[in-house]
């Protein structure tokens, strides 16, 4: 399989650390949606990533349907996700908010780069998306006790949360303080210090 685009999108990032869990062997293209646009339309017409390329040569866009594939392909044993409910359906809520967030805090930073004059309401609700979802997350951290979200493995919800706010907080430091977030803060700590979040890794690289 060959994952395409950069490490400093956490849903690229996400995919690539779920590979290296699930022991899933890829080759990793670190293309730019701006600077080899000619290389992923071909492949994502909506100038998307991750792309995952399977070894078939069928092509899967879209992160959640990439991990949703990746999670059919292993034993359940590897499973990613939580077995039993009702950890199951909360440890997708943990992993939504995080997406969310993340893409919330795309759009605040193409909102603040690509447009000269910034949408102000735009910007706020974004930003209050934003603080709304680490203040839950944080909420629901803080009540558990278990070295990882939902147990003693790691998962997609730990995955999707330290991804998500590591982006943010690279791409707009001024927004979020992880400092008003301790619980987020030490369990991000934890994962960033893996082995595995140490090689899929990237810094955060504005668009030229």
């Known amino acids: 399989m060959i994952l395409i685009g950069q490490y400093d999108s956490s849903f690229v990032r996400r995919v690539g650390i779920a590979l ?12 730019s949606v701006f600077s080899d646009a000619a290389r992923i339309r071909p492949l994502s017409p909506l100038m998307r990533v991750p792309v995952l390329v399977l070894d078939d040569l069928d092509v899967l866009v879209d992160s959640h349907l990439i991990l949703a594939h990746l999670e059919s392909a292993v034993p359940a044993e590897r499973s990613l996700w939580p077995a039993a409910e009702p950890d199951r359906h909360r440890a997708f809520r943990v992993a939504g908010l995080a997406t969310g967030l993340a893409d ?4 605040l930073f193409y909102e603040r780069v690509l447009h000269k004059e910034i949408s102000a309401l735009w910007a706020d609700r974004c930003r209050s998306q934003i603080s709304g979802a680490l203040a839950m997350l944080e909420e629901d951290r803080a009540e558990r006790q278990s070295a990882w979200w939902f147990g003693d493995a790691i998962g997609h919800a730990d995955v999707a949360v330290a991804c998500a706010i590591r982006h943010t907080t690279e791409a707009l430091p001024d ?8 619980e987020l803060r030490a369990h991000c700590e934890r994962l960033e210090a893996l082995p595995v979040f140490r090689e899929i890794s990237q810094p955060f690289i504005p668009p030229a």
Do not use: C, T
């Open 20 to 31: 290296r869990l699930y022991g899933l062997p890829f080759e990793h293209r670190p293309w």
């Open 104 to 107: 919330k805090g795309v759009s």
């Open 175 to 182: 927004v979020v303080a992880m400092q008003d977030y301790p």
